[in-house]
């Protein structure tokens, strides 16, 4: 009889301990599957803008040409469905336009050696603005990938835009004494402004979205503040953002 115990009793353990290992091994099966990254909802991160900003209206008190305009920033984005979200950023960013001048000797550095050589003609002259942006888009991005781990996603939007300073600057690689003047009594202090994105969400191996976006954006109001000028400033490039 003692026998008969003893073999039922480990019949039964063997049953529970293969039923506990089989459950054990569904659970760390379940915890290591990798979830798809876009199936997530909440997303933030860090961002990186090269931009090149101008100014362009109908009457504009100089004759203006694109200049280089870096900015970064942190956004979250809001996916309630898979296809469309809201978009949130607080960053700086700058804006601004070279100034060409009369070009009295060809160029900067064609004749440095004439006696009434004037190094700040043509293009070294730059208004540089530097403002704080907060952007607020709708998002939209393809339900599906367009190709494995691709997805196409555009926004559109408004950006409030803040003048944290204007200055211009005259730019003088001979000795390095650059000439920087204050010119915030000039310009608009606030903006609203419109902004246009298309580009690629990218799965980065699943840690991460890979954000690449074309971006443009353009003021709504008159720059200027003095005068009888009318000008919108106006910024085009890329943003690259890592969300997480």
Not at 15 to 34: G, N
Not at 81 to 94: A, D, E, R
Not at 168 to 196: A, C, S
Not at 221 to 228: D, F, L, Q, W
Request: include cysteine; glycine fraction near 10%.
């Amino acid at each position: 009889m003692k026998r008969y115990i003893c073999l039922s009793a480990l019949v039964i353990f063997t049953i529970l301990s293969t039923d506990v290992l089989s459950q054990t091994k569904e659970s760390i099966l379940a915890e290591t599957e990798t979830r798809d990254v876009f199936e997530k909802k909440f997303y933030w991160g860090p961002s990186f803008h090269q931009s090149w900003g101008t100014i362009k209206g109908p009457n504009l008190p100089k004759e203006y040409f694109s200049k280089p305009c870096f900015g970064a920033s942190l956004r979250a984005e809001y996916y309630p469905l898979s296809f469309i979200g809201i978009g949130l950023g607080f960053g700086v960013q700058q804006r601004g336009a070279g100034i060409r001048n009369q070009d009295n000797y060809g160029g900067s550095f064609t004749h440095p050696w004439e006696p009434n050589y004037d190094p700040d003609s043509t293009y070294r002259e730059r208004l540089r603005m530097n403002t704080i942006d907060i952007p607020l888009t709708l998002l939209l991005r393809t339900p599906r990938d367009v190709v494995k781990g691709v997805r196409l996603t555009g926004a559109i939007g408004v950006v409030w835009i803040k003048n944290d300073y204007v200055k211009e600057f005259w730019h003088k690689p001979e000795d390095g004494f650059h000439t920087i003047i204050n010119v915030d009594d000039q310009y608009l202090k606030k903006d609203l402004g419109y902004e246009f994105e298309f580009g690629a969400d990218i799965n980065a191996a699943q840690a991460c979205v890979l954000q690449f976006h074309l971006v443009y954006s353009v003021g709504s109001k008159n720059v200027y503040t003095t005068g009888t000028s009318d000008g919108h400033t106006e910024t085009y490039g890329f943003r690259v953002t890592w969300l997480f």
